[in-house]
C-alpha cells in the first residue's frame, strides 16, 4: 500500500487553513469543539448555525483545510502525541477510511438510521448522497438535449469535435482526489469508459483540480460542458447561474459521500462526537438538504436534495461509493499509477 505521507512535504505538515472561523457560542461560553474539515466555508455556515442552535455553550473552530492537509495534520498531530480536532469532515473518502482503518478514528456507539454501505465499523461515517454529474451550458444546446450517456457524450465530442475544440472540461486525476475517485469508478463499471476519455482528449478537454474552475467556464459559456463534476457544487452554481444545466447520467451515476469521524487524540472527543451526532441527524440532514444544497443521505429527510429523490429519478442506475477497505485500493501506488497512464494514453491518442 502507499504511504501516503511520502508524498508530503514537510510545510504540510502545520498547514494554512483555507479559511479559518471561529463562531462564538450563543451563550457565551467559551468551550469550542474544533473542525478539520474540506467543505467551503460558505457551505458550512448554516450547519454550523444549526449545531450551535441546538448546542448554545459550544462555540464552533472551523478550520478549512485541503483533504491531504486534513489527513496529514491528523496523523502528524497523533504521532506526535498532540491534541487534534475534534471531527474530521473531508471529501476524500478513501483518505477518510484509512485514518479508520489504521487506527487514528474513535469508534462511536449509537444507531444513526444510515445505509450499511455508508458507514463502516461505527468508525467512519459517510453523511451526504452526492452525484458525479454532467454539466452544460444551455446555451450551446438551443435545440437539441444535452448528451445524458456517456456513450451520447463520447458520440457527440466525436462529431462535434471541430466545434467545441478547448471548450469541454473536468477533473486533472492527478491533482484532484474526486476526479480520480470518479475514474477509477467508471473504470469499474464501464469497459468502453475509454473511449470517452479518447473523444475528450480529441477535443482538446481542459484539466482543472477544482469543481468551481470548471462550473465557472460553463456557466458563463466559455467550455459547452464539463464531466464527472460533483454535484453539490453544481446545484450551489446553478441557483445564481441560470444557463448552468446539469444531467445525472442515465446509464448509471457515481455516487460519493462525505466521510466524518472523530480522531482517536482530539481534543475533546465528546464534543467531536455531539457535532458528528448532528451531521447525522434529521435536523442536520435537512440543512443539508435545504439550505446548504447538498444531498442528504439521512433515508428520513424528503425534497429535492435528498437520497430519496435522486435515488426516485434513477432508480438502479446509482453507484454508491461504499465506505468501506475496497476505497484503500485508490491508494496503492502501482494501481493508482496504472491508471493515470491509462488515462494519460487515452487522452494523446490520435
Given at each position: ?85 475534534d471531527l474530521a469532515f473531508s471529501s476524500a473518502m478513501d483518505l477518510q477510511l484509512k485514518l479508520a ?13 444510515m445505509p450499511q454501505w455508508s458507514a463502516w465499523r461505527n468508525a467512519a461515517f459517510g453523511v451526504t ?118 444531467v445525472m447520467p442515465e446509464d448509471y451515476t457515481v455516487i460519493m459521500t462525505r466521510v466524518a469521524l ?89
Amino acid at each position: 500500500m502507499l504511504d501516503i505521507r511520502a508524498l508530503v512535504v514537510l510545510c504540510c505538515l502545520a498547514p494554512t487553513p483555507l479559511a479559518a472561523e471561529y463562531y462564538p457560542a450563543v451563550d457565551g461560553s467559551e468551550e469550542a469543539v474544533i473542525v478539520y474539515s474540506s467543505l467551503d466555508e460558505a457551505l458550512a455556515r448554516p450547519i454550523i448555525d444549526g449545531f450551535q442552535k441546538a448546542n448554545p455553550s459550544l462555540a464552533v473552530d472551523y478550520l478549512e483545510l485541503q483533504t491531504l492537509e486534513i489527513h496529514e495534520r491528523i496523523i502528524a498531530e497523533t504521532d506526535n502525541d498532540e491534541r487534534t480536532a475534534d471531527l474530521a469532515f473531508s471529501s476524500a473518502m478513501d483518505l477518510q477510511l484509512k485514518l479508520a482503518n489504521d487506527g487514528y478514528a474513535r469508534v462511536i456507539s449509537g444507531d444513526f438510521s444510515m445505509p450499511q454501505w455508508s458507514a463502516w465499523r461505527n468508525a467512519a461515517f459517510g453523511v451526504t448522497f452526492e452525484p458525479a454529474v454532467i454539466v452544460y451550458n444551455k446555451a450551446a444546446f438551443p435545440n437539441d438535449d444535452p448528451p445524458r450517456t456517456r456513450a451520447a457524450l463520447a458520440g457527440y465530442l466525436r462529431d462535434d469535435a471541430a466545434n467545441i475544440r478547448g471548450r469541454i472540461g473536468t477533473y486533472d486525476i492527478e491533482r484532484s482526489g474526486a476526479g480520480f475517485l470518479f475514474l477509477a469508478r467508471d473504470a469499474e463499471h464501464n469497459r468502453d469508459i475509454w473511449d470517452l476519455v479518447r473523444a475528450m482528449g480529441g477535443a482538446g478537454v481542459k484539466l482543472y483540480s477544482t469543481s468551481s474552475a470548471i462550473l465557472e467556464r460553463v456557466g458563463d459559456g466559455r467550455f459547452v460542458l464539463g464531466y464527472n463534476i460533483l454535484g453539490s457544487y453544481a446545484q450551489n452554481w446553478a441557483v445564481n447561474n441560470p444557463d448552468l444545466g446539469i444531467v445525472m447520467p442515465e446509464d448509471y451515476t457515481v455516487i460519493m459521500t462525505r466521510v466524518a469521524l472523530v480522531p482517536r487524540a482530539a481534543a475533546n472527543p465528546q464534543l467531536g462526537q455531539r457535532f458528528l451526532e448532528y451531521l447525522l441527524s434529521r435536523d442536520g440532514q435537512e440543512i443539508f438538504s435545504t439550505q446548504a444544497r447538498i444531498p442528504a443521505l439521512h433515508p428520513d429527510v424528503e425534497g429535492r436534495e435528498t437520497a430519496t429523490s435522486v435515488q426516485g429519478l434513477l432508480g438502479t442506475r446509482i453507484r454508491p461509493v461504499r465506505v468501506g477497505p475496497g476505497l484503500l485500493v485508490y491508494l496503492d501506488q502501482v494501481k493508482r499509477e496504472r491508471l493515470i497512464r491509462a488515462w494519460n494514453e487515452a487522452l494523446t491518442a490520435q
